[in-house]
């Protein structure tokens, strides 16, 4: 009578054992919020990442178009604040001065030699 009485009582006591486990497990530090949080993490990397290898090939494109479109260059050596392939750039103490082609000006520190001196 002892042996049919002790038998069910272990079984609930294990099952009972094995179910507080699995709630401190669950809910601790490792458990599903853990899990949750980790998983979020993953998505917002996957998302960085997207954006990341979205933001390369736009760089690629642009690399590209800059290496084969001589308008696409002269535009950006423009916003850059480069000046263009003949221009002569004068510097100052203060400003540069930036001349084009077909510009000229007269030097102003140095006379021009006198022909008719000798």
Do not use: W
């Amino acid at each position: 009578m002892f042996r049919s009485f002790l038998r069910p009582v272990a079984a609930l006591a294990a099952l009972s054992g094995l179910a507080a486990y699995a709630t401190i497990m669950l809910r601790g530090p490792q458990g599903l919020n853990a899990l949750a949080e980790k998983h979020r993490e993953i998505r917002l990397l996957q998302e960085q990442n997207d954006r990341l290898k979205h933001e390369n090939e736009m760089k690629k494109v642009r690399i590209e178009r800059l290496q084969s479109d001589p308008t696409a260059q002269e535009v950006e050596l423009e916003r850059m604040g480069f000046i263009h392939q003949h221009d002569t750039r004068f510097q100052t103490a203060d400003k540069s001065v930036q001349m084009g082609i077909g510009q000229t000006t007269a030097p102003a520190a140095t006379p021009a030699p006198d022909a008719g001196s000798k």
